[in-house]
């Protein structure tokens, strides 16, 4: 069983979104408000859409001992909104009603989604109460950037419920194993860069960015502190991940090094474009009227990955891949020839000969490290895939002193 947790802050009403995505996905869900939740969401409401009852107070029902029960039963426990006050609740400890006897009882997953003032997220006692929460093993995801109470606009906004339900997924996936990546960083790299031909077109490829956002979600799940540079994305931002946005591949690598100088694990799940054009063109490019094509002369991108790999600080595990449209043991050299050359720690083989791969949920994929350890993950969902990676990451930080260590 799922226990939301609902705090009195005006985002309660999307928690109504969040409680479908998971009972519409079969997770059974106990909503556990706060008093002044309720001032926003009456609990009729959470009644009828979760089809379980609603309290607030330990009083109620006193034979079946709730404020015990509900929190030994439950698999994860996401509490959204968090609000400031509720984050200083349950950091310091406090039981003064439902929601925050039930945090002090689990014993499962626990993930905040805090909505709030951008002053008030800042203030250096919400921060304490965060690295509190943090430090015991919950996860407290960033909040959100955008339009707030009234005319205000910063940081502080709830993420969407569809980002904090994928979140959530990711922690049930960890099935109780402890935040292994806790207090440290990991750099996610996703999706196709673009190189400008003209004003209208450009030479790009067919990576939709799906298997480097699920990298960052796995990595979240594992207690990490997250940066995304995502290269023309569409997908919405994974709930508590700082997203960097890039275009070329030349976005790309000032992003990524920048981000990478003082990071954990570093995973070059995108797909820079090798060339760009040697010249933009300033105006759209015409039709001949002999119907002849122009010609178009290229030029070598930078290799980023080689960049990372040849100013790689001591313990930093750099995650490259290969996609490779040869298979057998061709796309096997071509994988360890790449490897050695990037300096990397591990990297993913991945066949995408007939288009395969690109834009799919499920990946499958061999991993090789230098020292001629080869991993084959077999066909599953990206997360499974980059679950799979992370543990051989992780068993290489924990064999030296990443920089954050």
């Known amino acids: 069983m799922?226990?939301?947790?609902?705090?009195?802050?005006?985002?309660?009403?999307?928690?109504?979104?969040?409680?479908?995505?998971?009972?519409?996905?079969?997770?059974?869900?106990?909503?556990?408000?706060?008093?002044a939740a309720l001032e926003f969401v009456g609990a009729p409401t959470w009644a009828a859409l979760s089809g379980q009852p609603v309290a607030t107070e330990v009083?109620?029902?006193?034979?079946?001992?709730?404020?015990?029960?509900?929190?030994?039963?439950?698999?994860?426990?996401?509490?959204?909104?968090?609000?400031?006050?509720?984050?200083?609740?349950?950091?310091?400890?406090?039981?003064?009603?439902?929601?925050?006897?039930?945090?002090?009882?689990?014993?499962?997953?626990?993930?905040?989604?805090?909505?709030?003032?951008?002053?008030?997220?800042?203030?250096?006692?919400?921060?304490?109460?965060?690295?509190?929460?943090?430090?015991?093993?919950?996860?407290?995801?960033?909040?959100a950037v955008g339009r707030l109470t009234g005319k205000d606009t910063g940081k502080g906004r709830l993420p969407e419920p569809p980002g904090i339900f994928a979140a959530a997924l990711a922690l049930l996936r960890r099935a109780g194993r402890p935040p292994d990546l806790a207090g440290r960083r990991v750099v996610v790299t996703a999706g196709g860069t673009r190189e400008p031909l003209d004003p209208v077109r450009f030479i790009g490829n067919r990576s939709s960015g799906k298997q480097g956002y699920a990298f960052a979600r796995a990595a979240l799940a594992r207690g990490a502190s997250v940066t995304l540079v995502a290269a023309n994305v569409t997908l919405p931002d994974p709930a508590g991940v700082e997203v960097v946005r890039v275009e070329t591949t030349e976005e790309l690598r000032q992003a990524t090094v920048a981000a990478a100088a003082d990071a954990d694990v570093v995973v070059m799940a995108a797909a820079p474009a090798d060339f760009r054009p040697a010249r933009i063109a300033s105006q759209k490019i015409k039709k001949t009227h002999d119907g002849a094509a122009p010609p178009i002369e290229l030029?070598?991108?930078?290799?980023?990955?080689?960049?990372?790999?040849a100013k790689k600080p001591a313990g930093q595990v750099l995650v490259v891949f290969a996609a490779?449209?040869?298979?057998?043991?061709?796309?096997?050299?071509?994988?360890?020839?790449?490897?050695?050359?990037?300096?990397?720690?591990?990297?993913?083989?991945?066949?995408?000969?007939?288009?395969?791969?690109?834009?799919?949920?499920?990946?499958?994929?061999?991993?090789?490290?230098?020292?001629?350890?080869?991993?084959?993950?077999?066909?599953?969902s990206k997360d499974d895939l980059a679950d799979s990676v992370l543990d051989q990451a992780v068993s290489r930080l924990t064999q030296g002193s990443g920089p954050a260590a």
């Open 324 to 380: 490779e449209t040869a298979g057998g043991d061709a796309a096997l050299a071509n994988a360890r020839e790449k490897l050695a050359r990037k300096g990397a720690d591990l990297i993913v083989l991945n066949d995408v000969s007939g288009g395969r791969t690109f834009g799919a949920d499920t990946n499958a994929a061999t991993v090789l490290d230098p020292g001629g350890q080869v991993a084959v993950v077999e066909d599953g």
């Open 2 to 35: 799922i226990v939301l947790g609902v705090g009195g802050g005006i985002a309660a009403y999307k928690a109504c979104e969040l409680l479908r995505l998971f009972t519409e996905s079969g997770h059974p869900t106990r909503v556990v408000p706060t008093a």
């Open 59 to 143: 009083w109620h029902d006193v034979h079946e001992v709730p404020h015990v029960r509900i929190g030994r039963a439950a698999s994860l426990v996401v509490v959204a909104p968090a609000t400031a006050d509720l984050l200083a609740r349950a950091a310091n400890g406090l039981a003064d009603d439902l929601l925050t006897n039930t945090l002090l009882t689990a014993r499962c997953p626990t993930l905040y989604a805090p909505a709030m003032h951008t002053e008030m997220w800042e203030h250096p006692a919400t921060q304490a109460n965060v690295a509190t929460l943090r430090a015991r093993g919950a996860t407290v995801l960033e909040p």
């Open 299 to 309: 030029a070598l991108n930078p290799d980023i990955a080689a960049e990372l790999g």
